[in-house]
Each structure stands twice: as structure tokens, then as C-alpha cells.
């Protein structure tokens, strides 16, 4: 079932969490909502959920408009930062909660209970560990049982709340893998918080990222990366570099060296140029530069340097192996592919 998000606003008081919010997420695709604490992620979650409520705007399942309906109506299974299990209850009765809790017609007979139970357990890869506690067990095996539970009332939408933020990152690695897996099992149209650049960009078909209660930016992982929309997603996702220049005739002019402008370009006037520390090569007839200090990260080596003439450093990314620098040496950086916004001023 696809989400319609139309002219969502929301205020805290003075502060604007959501401002004038239009999203269409599409029947059972993985969106990540990805931005900054304060950016209005999980504000716009929790409205989709019915667990806030808009100032203005509308939310649709499909055709259905559901923005005034109850949480329980719209048929959402909603998983939390930290699990939100109840103790007292053992991994079966967690699971079966959503379903026992269901009055009239609605509710199911003990035996399709367990039966949905059990299919979950397996779903979610706890096979016979449905006796023991949450206190008895991982943290990456709580969270499962929270994703079961949010599941077992067959949800018409899933919806995920930084649900891997309270693991370590190994654990993290693990669970993201599993969901992705989850995902393509259910085909459930999944929307997620996360403030992690990485798991977005591996776990999501689209990502938007949000900033100051606005949409910067919806696209895939490759394009969200590759080619950002602005500056602050230029900053936000991945490391960058940025340079001041001097745009005039379709050419930019940064540190003495003129390169072409990207087509969608600003026009003349002072502008910054973006480039990620992996799109910086060494190559003659770049910047001229010299070395100012070097780091080794498992396979790649960190270089910053300082370009001739200028104030500016810069960080380049490289492959280690067979890779031998120094402080002080003199190199030659080029630009393979780089983004040119207009100077904030």
C-alpha cells in the first residue's frame, strides 16, 4: 500500500518540526527518512502513524485519506528505538499481544494466534525462544521480537523508529543485513528514521533526507550520494570538501585552476565547489599541494593537504596498498566529479 504525504505541517510551539511536507511513498518500497536531530523525521513518522497529529495537511493509505483516523484504524505495525517490550511478558505473549488484545469479530481464536505467533518466530529467525523473557535476551534478538509483534497484526504499513540505535555496531551490520532480507520476504511498503547516513544509503530503494522540516532532497541511495542537491546534502551525507570559487563563461576558478561547470550549475558570481574526499585524485595537472599529514584506515589512506597558493586543505581518500607519503611532499590533486553551488552569504 503506497503513503500519500500532502502539505503536512506541524509546530512545537514557536519551533516549525514540519513545514509544508509532500511525500509519495510507493507500494512496498523501503524509505528511509534521513536527517539531523531536529530535522522533523520523527515528527513526520509519528503522523503517519497517528500518533501525532498534523496542524494541516493530509495522510493517505492508498486512496483511503486517514489523517483523522485512530492509530489502531490505520492498521500500522510500529517498531521503537528500545524495543518497548513488556517484561513481564515472555517472547510468545509479546509477540501475540496485538492480536489477544482484539475485540468482536475482530479477534482470532487461540489456536490462529499461536499458529501466527509461530510463523513469525520463524520469520524472524527465533525459532524456540518463545518461553524466555526480553531480559534473556540480546539486544539484536529483542528488537526482532519487537519487529514480530509489529508484524502479527498483518499491518497494512511498517514503521520503523531509529530501531537499531540502542545496538552496537556490529549488531547493527547484522540486523540491517536481516531486514533487507525481511523486507523483500513481506514486500510491506517499510518506512525508517535514521540519523545514520550508512544504514540509510544500504538498507533504503529511496531515501529523503529532511532539514529544518523540509525535504532537501528524495531520491535512490546512488543518486542521493553521487549527486546531491545542495549543499547542506552535499554535507550531510558522506565527507566533503568544499572550496570557494569564482564562476564567469560556463567555467569555474578555484585555487588558480579553472574546470567546466556542471550543467545545473549557478550562474556568474562567488560560488563553492564540493568534492568528496574519493573523487580527489592524483594527477598532473591539478592543484599543486603539499602533504600536511596522513592516515591509515583498514584499506584506504587519508591524506590532507594544502593547495599552492591558497589557504585551503583538503582530505584525499586512496587506496593504501602500495600507497608511501609524507609530510611535506608535493603532489598534484584533480577533481574527477564535483558539485558548484552558489555561495551562501
Known amino acids: ?22 511525500l509519495d511513498i510507493r507500494k512496498g518500497e523501503l524509505l528511509a527518512l534521513l536527517g539531523p536531530s531536529g530535522s522533523g523525521k520523527t515528527t ?11 496542524d494541516r495537511g493530509q495522510v493517505f493509505f492508498g486512496n483511503e485519506d486517514t489523517t483523522h483516523m485512530s492509530v489502531q484504524s490505520r492498521r500500522v505495525g510500529f517498531v521503537f528505538q528500545h ?15 496485538g492480536l489477544r488484545v482484539r475485540r468482536g469479530q475482530a479477534r482470532w481464536p487461540k489456536q490462529r494466534i499461536a499458529e501466527r505467533v509461530h510463523e513469525l518466530l520463524s520469520l524472524v529467525q527465533l525459532q524456540g525462544l518463545e518461553n524466555r523473557y526480553p531480559t534473556q535476551l540480546s539486544g539484536g534478538q529483542r528488537q526482532r521480537v519487537a519487529l514480530a509483534r509489529a508484524l502479527a497484526i498483518e499491518p497494512r504499513v511498517l514503521l520503523l523508529d531509529e530501531p537499531f ?16 532480507e525481511l523486507h523483500e520476504r513481506t514486500g510491506l511498503t517499510t518506512v525508517f ?9 544500504e538498507l533504503a530503494d529511496r531515501v529523503a533526507i529532511l532539514n529544518r522540516g523540509r525535504i532537501e532532497q528524495l531520491d535512490s541511495p546512488a543518486v542521493v550520494y553521487d549527486q546531491p542537491a545542495s549543499p547542506f546534502v552535499y554535507s550531510f551525507v558522506g565527507e566533503v570538501n568544499r572550496l570557494p570559487g569564482q564562476a564567469r563563461a560556463g567555467q569555474i ?8 561547470l556542471p550543467n545545473a550549475a549557478p550562474g556568474e558570481g562567488e560560488v563553492a565547489l564540493f568534492v568528496r574526499p574519493e573523487d580527489l585524485v592524483l594527477e598532473e595537472g591539478g592543484w599543486p599541494a603539499t602533504v600536511v599529514s596522513t592516515q591509515r584506515s583498514g584499506a584506504r589512506l587519508r591524506l590532507r593537504a594544502r593547495l599552492e597558493g591558497a589557504a585551503d586543505e583538503v582530505e584525499v581518500d586512496l587506496p593504501a596498498a602500495g600507497a608511501a607519503f609524507s609530510a611535506g611532499q608535493s603532489l598534484q ?6 558539485g558548484v553551488f552558489a555561495a551562501e552569504r
Not at 528514521?193 to 544509503?201: F, S
Open 1 to 22: 500500500m503506497g503513503i500519500r504525504i500532502h502539505n503536512v505541517h506541524k509546530r512545537f510551539d514557536q519551533f516549525a518540526a514540519l513545514d509544508g511536507i509532500d
Open 193 to 201: 528514521v535514521t540519523h545514520d547516513q550508512e544504514e540509510a544509503l
Open 333 to 338: 590533486v584533480a577533481a574527477r566529479r564535483y
Open 253 to 260: 576558478e578555484v585555487a588558480g585552476r579553472v574546470l567546466p
Open 44 to 54: 513526520l513518522l509519528r503522523i503517519i502513524a497517528g500518533l501525532e497529529a498534523a
Open 83 to 97: 524495543y518497548a517490550l513488556f517484561k513481564h511478558m515472555s517472547v510468545f505473549e509479546n509477540i501475540a499481544f
Open 165 to 180: 540505535g540502542a545496538l552496537d555496531a556490529q549488531v547493527r551490520r547484522d540486523l540491517r543485513r536481516w531486514l533487507r
